[in-house]
């Protein structure tokens, strides 16, 4: 099946968001090149120790996890669809004097654009939604994974996504595994102040951990770990509460936020 216009409709979306995003708090552009660092717990504590190893991010936004990941040592490749992501990411890169580069490509197309194999490949956080099927971006990290080569994702739970966000308080209408597309159309973005006005014109797709779990081991991946957190590192969904840990939780902690999952070539 053709998904191209769901693809482009993304595209666009995302290539406006860039400029409210890199304007917005929760960005905080101008803390990031005095130095601050945009990666969480989670995956700094999974991968430890990136110095000298080579690191292909997919879905990279407009670089800041990157070029994080850059700092601290590691040799880096981001994708994004967005080629207005990717030329601030490219901009950034300069600006800081880092060594990462970017690919504007969709990131099932990732193949067709780089052909090196890397040490890590690294996705996070509200990237899997975006993608029709799970198979073909399974295979792609295979090829791109050296022998030995780790995959690691650190995303929001499908269960978080069985929501209509759009009203208050949410309601439970999406199925966990969900086949049919979901579109959305709101005023606005996760980043913004409220003043920006834009509209978001968005398609998804739900997958359930199976379905991940699956395509990786199809792609003839080995699975190290899956882990599931009632915390999460934003504050994405309504109502959550601010912990000592400074993550956010549900407040009744009725199902988890974020999983993790490790594999290996």
Not at 8 to 31: G, P, Q
Not at 84 to 94: E, G, M, P, R, Y
């Amino acid at each position: 099946m053709d998904f191209q216009k769901e693809f482009n409709t993304n595209r666009d979306t995302w290539n406006r968001k860039v400029a409210v995003h890199a304007a917005s708090e929760f960005y905080n552009l101008e803390r990031f090149k005095k130095g601050a660092d945009s990666l969480n717990t989670y995956e700094l504590e999974a991968l430890g120790d990136v110095a000298g190893k080579s690191l292909l991010h997919l879905q990279c936004h407009f670089g800041q996890d990157t070029l994080s990941w850059a700092r601290r040592g590691a040799i880096c490749t981001g994708i994004d669809i967005s080629d207005k992501a990717i030329a601030l990411a490219q901009s950034l890169n300069n600006e800081l004097e880092l060594n990462a580069e970017f690919v504007c490509c969709n990131v099932l197309d990732v193949s067709d654009h780089v052909s090196q194999t890397f040490d890590i490949v690294f996705t996070s956080y509200g990237v899997i939604g975006w993608l029709p099927d799970l198979k073909p971006w399974a295979q792609m990290i295979a090829e791109r994974l050296k022998s030995g080569g780790i995959f690691y994702m650190v995303e929001f739970h499908p269960i978080a996504w069985m929501f209509d966000y759009l009203e208050y308080p949410p309601r439970m209408i999406y199925g966990y595994q969900q086949k049919e597309v979901i579109y959305e159309e709101y005023e606005g973005t996760y980043a913004e102040d409220g003043n920006s006005k834009i509209i978001s014109k968005e398609y998804g797709w739900n997958h359930g951990l199976g379905q991940v779990i699956n395509a990786l081991i199809e792609a003839e991946l080995t699975i190290d770990y899956l882990r599931e957190h009632d915390e999460s590192p934003y504050d994405i969904f309504p109502d959550l509460e601010k912990n000592e840990s400074g993550l956010y939780t549900l407040k009744e902690r009725l199902y988890p936020l974020v999983f993790e999952i490790q594999a290996r070539k």
